[in-house]
């Protein structure tokens, strides 16, 4: 059996992360990738928010083929016939290393592969890790398309889904009230056309999210990034909503609808679609965290549930990044002990707890609860719009004053469920 | 409960290489399982759908290989694994 120190499952940002920086150590490291090269089954939103990283392999950033650096926040409530946005700009966010950037995986993690291969890294694409190898109930390696291959440790970062954590007894299967689904479209257009359509300045980009009818009550939004040349206009829904909302409707039909809202249409009309993919999300934020550690075994990125949703901001790819160095770090320090035991590997949980990684998930442990509120996905983005619609008409009758039309759309009762929501939101 | 006549064009669009293996499969006996119903609207690619006798159908061909079927309805219903190296949906954007 052919055996190597450390064998990485999957070229995602948590594996090649991990690589890079146990490769830069001089520890050899073998990546083992299912699609035909690093990114070919991954898939974000998205952006990545680059200052959480000035700890974790900051000399790379700074050359990384980022998309747009994110300038413009942007949020719009959606009512069946209404929308309201807000836009925020910020020259704070521009200033490099700006705030954050939107990325396409498919040119991130290749280059992200490039770098970790410079250093050492040995990759292996277009191979499906079947199984982990266990030795006295230690994992010793994995079985990789009919072959065993043996290592001291394994680190899985084989996403969302991992299979491996569920082999290993970590993690068992996800549920549907804990996983979303994204999907979304890449849609091409020329750069200049973007900066017009969004009011950009050259190279800036916007984020746009958008909350409430687009998802009819489920929990959900839609979400818009701005690339160089092209747009990622895509879907969240969580599956249990999608499996059991009322009425019935498809997941691909949401995102028809919500390409023909005058809200959307327009930004992409005359571009072209070139893709279209899907990932699974964990959205349970610290309540989805496994021990990511076992005899012979780490877990990282999004295999041991590091993404965050609060809202205003969606997280997964810094805690990728973070954890899969600091699963290097775990590593090195158990070389140099030759003890690749859990109590040896239990380093890693404490690091994790040091660090932004699960201080955030921490920190935000109270906003699923908030979210998973049917009113903040119909009721008021709903309400904004009439009550907006009411304050800007003018009628063919005299003109009430706002206070009273503000009165007559916010009842007491609605006070009072708005008061109640703004407590359980006070606690995120 | 077809697949939406757009839903073909744009997984066209997508990148796929071939396999001989289905890797997800609906478990022989469980096709009338209520559990599948969910896969018909939660997979993004559309790819479940009911026939008339009322059993919920497969159609690999276009998986996104996201896992939203494995987690709606659940491995006692499905048998699911990934397709093998280099099988499957290849992300050029991502």
Not at chain 1, 119 to 138: I, P
Not at chain 1, 317 to 334: D, I, N, P, R
Request: charged residues 25%; glycine residues 10%.
């Amino acid at each position: 059996m052919e055996k190597f120190e450390v064998i990485v499952v999957g070229a995602g940002l948590a594996g090649l992360s991990a690589a890079y920086a146990l490769a830069r150590e001089g520890i050899e490291v073998v990546v083992i990738e299912r699609g035909d090269y690093p990114g070919a089954k991954n898939v974000t939103g998205g952006r990545l928010y680059i200052q959480p990283l000035q700890d974790f392999l900051p000399e790379l950033w700074k050359e990384a083929p980022f998309e747009r650096a994110v300038t413009n926040e942007i949020i719009t409530l959606l009512s069946p016939d209404k929308s309201l946005t807000l836009r925020f700009r910020s020259d704070e966010f521009a200033r490099p290393p700006a705030h954050s950037y939107t990325v396409l995986r498919g040119t991130l993690d290749r280059w992200l592969a490039k770098k970790a291969e410079e250093k050492g890294t040995m990759l292996v694409a277009k191979n499906r890790v079947d199984d982990l190898l266990k030795r006295d109930g230690k994992v010793v390696g994995v079985l990789a398309g009919g072959e065993e291959l043996g290592a001291d440790v394994v680190i899985a970062c084989d996403g969302a889904l991992s299979l491996l954590a569920e082999k290993a007894g970590l993690k068992s299967p996800g549920t549907s009230q804990g996983y979303a689904v994204g999907f979304k479209e890449v849609i091409e257009m020329p750069s200049q056309t973007i900066e017009d359509r969004f009011a950009l300045k050259t190279g800036e980009g916007a984020a746009q999210l958008f909350l409430g009818d687009l998802t009819k009550g489920r929990f959900g939004g839609g979400f818009l990034y701005t690339n160089r040349s092209s747009l990622s206009l895509g879907l969240v829904i969580r599956i249990k909503d999608l499996a059991e909302g009322n009425p019935h409707k498809e997941a691909p039909q949401f995102l028809e609808e919500f390409k023909e809202r005058p809200e959307i249409a327009p930004l992409i009309a005359g571009g072209e679609m070139v893709e279209y993919s899907a990932h699974l999300i964990s959205e349970a934020g610290y309540a989805n965290f496994i021990r990511p550690y076992a005899d012979g075994l780490l877990v990282a990125g999004d295999a041991a549930g590091f993404s965050l949703n609060v809202g205003l901001t969606v997280r997964g790819m810094e805690f990728a990044v973070a954890s899969g160095v600091l699963a290097a770090q775990t590593v090195k320090q158990a070389r140099d002990k030759k003890d690749f035991s859990a109590a040896s590997l239990s380093a890693y949980q404490s690091m994790l707890e040091d660090s932004f990684v699960l201080k955030d998930l921490k920190t935000f442990q109270h906003a699923p609860a908030f979210l998973d509120n049917p009113r903040l996905f119909q009721h008021y983005p709903q309400m904004a719009g009439d009550l907006l619609q009411s304050l800007f008409t003018i009628g063919s009758r005299p003109k009430q004053k706002f206070s009273t039309t503000i009165r007559e759309k916010i009842t007491w009762s609605e006070a009072w469920e708005i008061l109640k929501d703004l407590r359980k939101g006070l606690k995120i | 409960m077809n697949p939406t006549p757009n839903m073909k064009t744009k997984l066209g669009k997508n990148v796929f290489k071939p396999g001989k293996e289905r890797h997800i499969s609906i478990r022989p006996g469980f096709e009338n399982d209520p559990r599948l119903k969910a896969a018909i609207y939660a997979c993004p690619a559309g790819l479940y759908s009911e026939n008339s006798k009322g059993e919920v159908e497969l159609d690999i061909d276009g998986c996104l290989e996201c896992g939203t079927c494995r987690i709606a309805c659940g491995t006692e219903v499905l048998d699911w694994n990934y397709p093998i190296g280099g099988v499957g949906v290849q992300f050029r954007f991502g």
